[in-house]
């Protein structure tokens, strides 16, 4: 079987050559890693800094393979070929005048999940809102949802942790209501052990809890500063610490974050510099952790909207724009959808800052008019892009 394995590895190797077109980066860093890795095995040694980005981003790519047989990493690496080639040749066609659809990445990409039941997912924010809906999102898969927040007693904003969990077991998951202040690590590390003990691991971790206070830097008080960078970057960081040691030992661990690419543009920071800094330290933790537990096979990754979302934030705070901003906004269900999509995916697809329209129309999504609160508006897009 290997000499087979070995045969067609060496004219995919081959055939690779032949594509009229560069893959993209992501592509070509997969199939350098299960090379090397069908070759030489699990890569050792330091990072080769002296070498430039590209090489410390091949040697990383390779690092992803860890523990993979060489046989396995010659079939993925032959199916990945494949893909490349079938890929271009749907192009061609279609650049001939065929009806073929949008070409799906992912869709059929080797280690995607396509099955989450009995996995489950942990949802900071869950009681209303974005991590509602991505609760519900994954409850129509049939997985199990640890949902953490603060809200147990319905008040003046709408939105529980009870009525979310009631939700999604109405749609065939299974619900466990973590009443957590984020700000506390050992609430979060007793959410983490009731999720352990309720569901016995835990596969994705989502962390969507946040604070929102946009003022100029003069009109910041420290408390507001404080309150932000504890329940964004503080809260983040300690959930994924608390929840490693369970997505570690999950056959393939995902952490999404909802944070913004990253743009040194001083526009983003100016009128509110204190909420930016909270929200960029979170997308600088996607980027190390995704580097850093690369080799555990945990993909870390980030998620923004590209437009504003209809939520509560947006509703009661006028200097947001208040009800006229939310008719210009759409549904969390986006949001819902495309985290979904991007927790499907391999875990060698890790280390992105995505938006959620950019991920649905990679799926063959065209039309997003089902998604916005009041359908031919003129849509708001959101703050950093």
Request: net charge negative; with cysteine.
């Amino acid at each position: 079987m290997i000499l087979i394995q070995k045969r067609s590895f060496e004219r995919a190797a081959q055939r690779v050559k032949s594509l009229s077109e560069r893959p993209d980066d992501a592509t070509l860093l997969r199939l350098y890693g299960l090379y090397k890795q069908a070759r030489q095995g699990d890569a050792s040694g330091r990072l080769p800094i002296t070498e430039g980005m590209i090489a410390v981003a091949k040697y990383k790519a390779w690092q992803k393979c860890a523990g993979l047989p060489e046989g396995e990493a010659m079939s993925r690496y032959v199916e990945l070929v494949e893909a490349c080639l079938q890929g271009e040749s749907r192009a061609t066609d279609s650049s001939n005048g065929s009806a073929e659809s949008p070409i799906d990445d992912f869709s059929s990409a080797v280690g995607r999940i396509d099955d989450w039941s009995g996995r489950t997912v942990l949802i900071s924010g869950a009681s209303r809102g974005i991590g509602r809906a991505i609760a519900l999102r994954f409850a129509e898969a049939g997985a199990n949802l640890v949902l953490l927040g603060r809200t147990m007693q319905p008040g003046v904003v709408p939105g529980t942790l009870p009525e979310t969990a009631a939700e999604v077991e109405a749609k065939g998951g299974e619900a466990l209501c973590a009443p957590t202040d984020v700000r506390d690590e050992k609430a979060i590390a007793q959410a983490v052990e009731a999720a352990m003990e309720r569901f016995g691991g835990i596969d994705m971790v989502v962390c969507n809890a946040g604070a929102l206070f946009i003022a100029p830097f003069g009109e910041t008080p420290m408390k507001r500063f404080d309150l932000m960078h504890q329940v964004n970057l503080r809260a983040t960081y300690a959930l994924c610490q608390a929840a490693l040691p369970a997505l570690r030992a999950s056959d393939g661990g995902r952490i999404l974050v909802l944070s913004p690419p990253i743009s040194l543009e001083s526009k983003w920071l100016d009128g509110s510099l204190a909420y930016t800094l909270s929200k960029y330290g979170m997308s600088m933790l996607v980027l190390g952790l995704s580097g850093e537990l690369a080799t555990d096979g945990i993909a870390v990754n980030a998620m923004w909207p590209a437009t504003t979302i209809d939520t509560a934030a947006v509703r009661s705070n006028e200097a947001l724009g208040g009800e006229q901003m939310a008719r210009r906004s759409r549904k969390p269900s986006i949001c819902a959808d495309a985290a979904f999509e991007i927790a499907s995916r391999p875990t060698d697809h890790s280390g992105f800052f995505h938006t959620d329209e950019a991920v649905l129309r990679q799926t063959g999504v065209t039309d997003l008019e089902c998604y916005a609160v009041e359908p031919g508006m003129s849509l708001q897009p959101d703050f950093y892009l």
